[in-house]
């Protein structure tokens, strides 16, 4: 499932207890960083990345 960035909390993977969201970025299979809301992206695969206050980055695909 997909959820928007407004829903973070919801959104992200794994255990957010104490970190706080630093930047949330999508990429392209090519590698390119996307700079338009996810909303109006293409149908596709895309590599969603985000890092958090303590240093940790998690990166995984998403299907739009």
Do not use: H
């Amino acid at each position: 499932a997909i959820r928007a960035a407004k829903a973070l909390s919801t959104a992200l993977p794994g255990d957010l207890t104490g970190k706080e969201l630093i930047s949330d970025e999508y990429y392209n299979l090519n590698g390119q960083r996307m700079s338009i809301p996810f909303t109006q992206f293409e149908k596709g695969s895309y590599i969603r990345r985000v890092q958090y206050s303590d240093g940790s980055v998690k990166a995984w695909k998403e299907m739009k």
